[in-house]
């Protein structure tokens, strides 16, 4: 959930130590040293949402959170929405869902904040739908209404012939 | 004297009744208790539409190499304008499509539409509820992330193992089978370029000819009586049914859009699943199937192999020789056969997994 490569920071792909250029250790020399809340943290294992933390917590107090991962929650707060989902990062770490994912979450949240988010929309839909549906309606029914209307003509024709 | 083929198809499809005027103008539609039968086929064809629709859209977009597709996919959700409302589109509507078309076999099932001279149509519709399995199979590949490759490699090698019960040569076609559609050693371009070719060619190809002869089957026999006791009440299916059915529609496309727009498809899966495939990592828990294949996954976890084999063998015998098999069965018998194949269908999709929990705790 926090770091770059999915398998973890250990190894040699991308992401992970062993794969790092000298540039990216110097970068992670730096972010390791972020002991404090506030400083600036782009360690290059740690993706977004990792970054963060260590940026609004410092990297002590999140070593003294390791051990009781369920305490980092309330320690990140609710302020943080990197994937502007409308659910705060926090909550997504609790849920286990990915906080850097706009399309992940609680699915009745997302429905919750979604349905706000594009109230507007959804009225403009339902006028449209309900539009389409009187429209193509009135069509059909012209049709019927001439094609008997033909047919009526039709049958008068035929019983006036001699 | 004609013979007994040329007999059974001239009354199976009776060209000579062919006519949009006489089809529009004589069509009627019988009203009962399971009249609520007749909208099903129609709400599985709006969703095949929105399919093709959207399908065409994506199509734009989407990458069907091994290294891009994901990333494709990620770019349609992300930076493509309306990308993730046409990609949630896609995959609610595959997903109505199927529930659809399943209620609609059901109630068709129930209804003995199947009945002389309809033996032609059922068939036709059982071959397209095929296809629309392999469409969904075919589809869950796309997107080369986790879930998908791993979830394949699973139906492969359930296909794999159908061959040790097969007699003789025949024990090879499964293998070969499977060595066709992978195209090579291990899942890879060759497969994701065939499922590829699969889902937009050959299967649409495919549909686009049964759903023809089914269409004109429909029209040409007009609907059937549905219940026992022919339904004095009957409204003309040119206006007053197809207006229904249009308001149907429009609802359910509109139920469609609100739900694309506001939950999107992939926040019911774990997010480690929707990580691009990587062949060295381990596979993450749980890989499972989309939900409309849990009626034969779960019982595959659960029972013997062979059993499941054996099951779904009848299962397909009896829809494909329906006609035949259930000629003098009453609609009664019917409808509560339809019914108990509802509940398995149902439980075993929404408490499939509490089930199998249950039986492997003990």
């Known amino acids: ?162 | 004297m004609r013979s007994p083929i040329l007999s059974f198809l001239a009354t199976r499809v009776p060209l000579d009744k062919l006519g949009v005027r006489s089809m529009m103008e004589h069509k009627s539609v019988p009203v009962h208790s399971l009249s609520w039968g007749y909208y099903t086929g129609g709400l599985t064809m709006l969703f095949l539409v929105i399919q093709i629709a959207t399908g065409l859209l994506l199509l734009f977009y989407y990458q069907p190499t091994v290294t891009d597709a994901n990333l494709s996919v990620e770019y349609i959700t992300n930076n493509v304008s309306t990308g993730a409302l046409l990609r949630n589109m896609h995959t609610w509507s595959s997903s109505a499509m199927v529930l659809f078309a399943l209620i609609h076999l059901l109630a068709t099932f129930a209804m003995k539409a199947f009945d002389k001279p309809r033996e032609l149509t059922w068939l036709s519709g059982v071959c397209l509820l095929i296809v629309t399995f392999a469409f969904a199979f075919t589809g869950y590949l796309l997107p080369w992330n986790q879930l998908a490759v791993n979830a394949t490699k699973v139906v492969f090698q359930a296909i794999d193992a159908v061959g040790q019960y097969l007699p003789g040569s025949l024990a090879q076609l499964p293998h070969f089978l499977r060595e066709t559609f992978q195209g090579e050693a291990a899942l890879g371009q060759s497969t994701l370029s065939r499922f590829y070719a699969l889902h937009v060619v050959i299967l649409p190809f495919a549909l686009t000819a049964i759903l023809a002869f089914h269409l004109i089957a429909v029209q040409l026999h007009g609907m059937s009586q549905g219940v026992d006791k022919p339904s004095e009440r009957t409204e003309k299916f040119v206006p007053i049914f197809f207006l229904k059915d249009l308001s149907v529609w429009t609802s359910a496309f509109l139920i469609l859009a609100v739900v694309s727009l506001t939950v999107p498809f992939d926040s019911f899966l774990s997010f480690p699943l929707l990580r691009p495939y990587n062949a060295l990592q381990a596979t993450p828990p749980g890989i499972k199937p989309e939900w409309y294949f849990y009626f034969l996954y779960y019982p595959l976890e659960l029972l013997p192999f062979w059993l499941v084999l054996l099951g779904t063998f009848v299962a397909v015998s009896l829809l494909v020789l329906a006609p035949w098999i259930f000629r003098s069965t009453s609609r009664r018998t019917l409808q509560v056969m339809a019914l108990c194949a509802s509940a398995y269908l149902f439980t075993i999709t929404v408490f499939g997994q509490q089930i199998y929990d249950l039986l492997k705790k003990q």
């Open chain 1, 1 to 162: 959930m926090c770091h770059t490569n999915s398998s973890g920071p250990t190894g040699d792909g991308p992401g992970q130590i062993g794969g790092l250029s000298t540039q990216d250790l110097e970068r992670l020399s730096k972010a390791r040293a972020a002991m404090e809340p506030g400083q600036e943290v782009d360690s290059p294992i740690l993706n977004e949402f990792g970054n963060r933390i260590i940026r609004s917590m410092g990297r002590k107090e999140f070593l003294q959170l390791i051990s009781t991962p369920e305490r980092l929650a309330p320690a990140l707060g609710n302020k943080s929405d990197l994937d502007g989902d409308g659910i705060p990062d926090a909550v997504e770490y609790l849920d286990g869902t990915d906080p850097l994912n706009k399309s992940h979450g609680d699915p009745l949240w997302l429905f919750l904040v979604n349905v706000n988010r594009y109230k507007e929309h959804i009225v403009l839909l339902v006028v449209a739908c309900a539009l389409l549906n009187w429209g193509l309606s009135s069509l059909m029914l012209w049709f019927s209404s001439q094609s008997n209307a033909d047919n009526e003509e039709h049958k008068d024709g035929s019983l006036n012939q001699p």
